[in-house]
């Protein structure tokens, strides 16, 4: 390998490094409690980035990667609100200039270092993947529940999955596979084959249904008798979020169009940042109507969701697995899949719209 | 990846996905005693294969792979002798028809799993990996002492190579080596260099030869007292099984053509199964001609194959470490590679005989 | 895979199963007191070498692979003076030749082994992986205080590093990292930014700078009071050779040109082995010139230096995964730059020189 001075411009990194990926949208970084006065690393859409807060609280995160040697700058220090790296001691300010190369007057332009919008929500930083003079913070997931009195917030796990994100996001357009996979959980024998509606919106498509005067499943057993009306409604936002609104309802007390409010309601937040092509990251968390003061509610609740992730997880990363072996077999469609197929459609819409110029930011 | 409709034929993987191997041909799946009423997953040439025993007591065999998500549908459930999937509980017949959709009331016949013959003997249950029309049963390997009075089954293990089967096969059709690498089992210094016999006849070859007048190697020795005349018979049966025909008799007991149940005799089945191309199982068994009522017998011998079989373990996964490092490198031919050669010119003409049709089934 | 018959040429690797480097050129193979009556195993430029030490003392060393199956002989056993395959018993001298294959008269030409030339000096087997008849015993490292009263020896370790051999060089020619990088042991911030001198001369660099009037670093201060003046040269021999002379001495003792053995002064052998392109061997020993009758004071020094070389290893291992992962990023140039890029050109050099044919040995 030879040493090359390179152009002025911040290099980033080419497709060939990355993974193909929506780069115009917000990905949960870290929870907002881990990001502080030290340098965290995380991958996303195949970029590592280091990010750190800076000194007025805001969240700094730039690729992770020294321009002198590729030493990754996460090893390093922070230094009067920059990161140094800790090889030869170069320092890169927030917004991605080098500042300091130790025993140096002038400092070479090419020492720059691509950096990445970033915002709080919802618990979580958020990264932009694309241009971050182009991010819109108008298209960070929104859950008005969060803001409203009557409602808690409960955190749950970042859960690292072995597989592509699609196919997690297939399984979050999917409420019927919850009868079959999560029997002792979030379904039941009496869910399966129940039809389900679905609706598209922009980006978002929305997959639902009921299944009336039956038994609570598992997870909402300890806290209603049954007979009940229980509903799924996931609500996916591309290219990697979905809401599910999981609730239970005296029999016969909610109507179809009715206030949900009126039963037992859990939102769960299901937001996945893609590593690589066969890893992803869900951070996932939950708000609930009841039970806001007892915390052994929401402790039930996330016991019994990390059960079915559980089993999510092992049946999408055995796919994974069967898909790298068969690589030319393509999966047979069947009636449930008109969201997952919506899913993919408009994920590969918001690929071809960014462009291969967008991709590299 | 996007949805497609495939076509009405039960789908057989591609050559791709698969190792090169002779489809035509019987392997071990599993002992009889393994397969019941839950699935099990195993892996032939390449191919994932989820086996269970029906209501009849038959074995079913299909691709372990739903062809709706790719899930592999060992993972899942029996219902009614037929297998469930896990994630969305479609079920396949032993015949690998879809028999059922959850909420729907039509069957695309593109949910068909290719399905694989089987059959049951010598403590194990056998699959066909070619046209399960064109079985044949006559291709099965048959020890006739099994059936006879005053030999003793015992089985052995389903011990796992990280090598190619072609390289376990090498060492199934050589008699010579033992005098090296089993020392303190099956061979001793007294063997080096004595001549071998090689016959072949159709799709087996025979190799053998006599080590006359010496004393009894370490697994016959609490047998026998010495002088004794050693025997090796390697019977080779394209293209993955060996019965080796090995025993001991008072020295002059025995004439070359003369009849070895005269002595300690025992009959070592070794039947592989190619799983990939970098690994291959060996279920074992043995049949003695003596101690017949004394499990101790079998099992001091079975104690002193299982440190040999480790020997050749070792060995040959460095072998294939090597080959993997070398690709361009051919082993030089010496005298004793005459079975070996003759053995891997016959398992080239059964594949090239199947053809790449056949090869998909 | 056929069995063919080898030309007579004693087979040599070929570029594809090797790693492109300096063949023409000593690498450190073991320390002389890890070779004995037993076969020992290394790999050096991507080839596995087998190394025994003779009846007559001198090292043995050829390819570890049995031309017959390509077992590696390392598994055999030595007999009169030859090492024995452990499959099969053939036998290879240190010269390469055959000499005994069991049952057999003849022994064809094609079963030969490279064998490479060996050397032992300061401690270690040395080892030239070019053609045995052109080894040049004058292009050895010499190190003439290693001969000298006052100075006393010690064996460091074997250190692995999951990285490129020429990414460690670099850091080998590079002074000015130790003010970041080990903080804690031979360097500290006072050192940040002074500037270096890099010399050339022939196949050699000199890296150097002094840091005048200052406190010891804490690898020297459990022997000398500050203030002081501390100096690094770091003389790298092309291919894979540096030899750092780290010292310290009351300040003003010592001038630019003066007598550096009036201060405290420790020699470093590191002494490359490329294994692969991603995975090299550090040879490291000391020579010291205090302290030398008190082994306290060997031992002090090692355990800093090895707390040192963790944090290189750390950090080229990382940058190694960087690397892997951004096949097409080139690093940026600094000042500090100028020895690695000088020494990247000599090693190109030398590659270019030795040519392909070279490079088969």
Chains 1, 2, 3 share one sequence.
Not at 69 to 93: K, M, V
Not at 141 to 152: H, N, Q, S, Y
Request: hydrophobic share 40%.
């Amino acid at each position: 390998m030879g040493f090359h001075i390179a152009s002025a411009a911040p290099r980033r990194l080419s497709e060939d490094e990355t993974m193909q990926g929506v780069v115009n949208a917000w990905y949960p970084l870290a929870w907002t409690s881990e990001l502080g006065q030290a340098p965290v690393r995380r991958t996303v859409l195949g970029r590592p980035i280091v990010a750190w807060r800076g000194a007025d609280g805001a969240v700094a995160a730039l690729d992770d990667l020294c321009p002198h040697r590729l030493a990754p700058l996460s090893r390093g220090r922070l230094r009067d609100g920059a990161i140094e790296c800790a090889y030869h001691g170069l320092r890169f300010a927030a917004d991605g200039r080098c500042v300091r190369v130790p025993g140096e007057e002038r400092i070479a332009p090419a020492l720059k270092v691509a950096r990445y919008a970033t915002r709080e929500k919802l618990g979580l930083a958020w990264i932009w993947m694309g241009d971050p003079e182009q991010a819109r913070p108008q298209d960070m997931l929104d859950i008005p529940e969060a803001d409203r009195p009557g409602w808690a917030y409960e955190q749950g796990d970042a859960l690292g999955y072995g597989c592509h994100y699609l196919n997690l996001c297939d399984n979050l357009c999917d409420p019927s596979h919850v009868s079959f996979l999560h029997p002792t959980t979030l379904g039941d024998p009496l869910g399966e084959g129940v039809p389900i509606d679905t609706r598209a919106q922009g980006r978002s498509i929305v997959v639902s249904r009921w299944i009336r005067n039956v038994p609570p499943v598992a997870s909402f057993a300890p806290f209603i008798a049954g007979p009940v009306d229980r509903w799924q409604y996931y609500t996916y936002h591309a290219p990697s979020i979905t809401v599910v609104d999981f609730g239970t309802a005296p029999a016969g007390r909610v109507g179809p169009e009715g206030d949900r409010n009126l039963g037992l309601r859990v939102l769960i937040g299901h937001c996945i940042t893609p590593v690589d092509d066969e890893r992803c990251i869900d951070h996932w968390f939950s708000l609930r109507n009841f039970g806001t003061d007892d915390p052994a509610v929401g402790r039930a609740l996330h016991d019994g969701f990390r059960v079915a992730y559980q089993e999510d997880k092992d049946m999408l990363e055995a796919i994974q697995q069967e898909e790298r072996r068969h690589p030319g077999v393509r999966p047979v469609r069947i009636g449930i899949d008109a969201a997952p197929v919506r899913m993919r459609r408009l994920v590969g819409q918001m690929q071809d719209a960014a462009g291969p110029a967008a991709s590299r930011g």
